[in-house]
């Protein structure tokens, strides 16, 4: 299973394939490694900021549990 470029640059794909690595190598029950692979909660917070030139840009934020 390849990685393509862009996924290069995506550390939650990069964890995940880690994940399915050793998951491979533990012997991990699928539906074990289905469940740990995705996060329970995903938090998005997008937050608009004031530059100092006067244009605003907005920002977001993330929280992964």
């Given at each position: ?18 994940f399915d ?30 530059m100092d ?13």
């Open positions: 299973m390849g990685i393509s470029s862009l996924e290069n640059l995506n550390p939650f794909a990069i964890a995940q394939r880690q690595l050793a998951a491979e190598l533990l012997g991990l029950d699928p539906s074990v490694q289905a469940l740990l692979r995705e996060p329970m909660r995903e938090f998005v917070v997008t937050i608009p900021v004031r030139d006067e244009s605003t840009h907005v920002f977001k934020g993330y929280r992964v549990q």
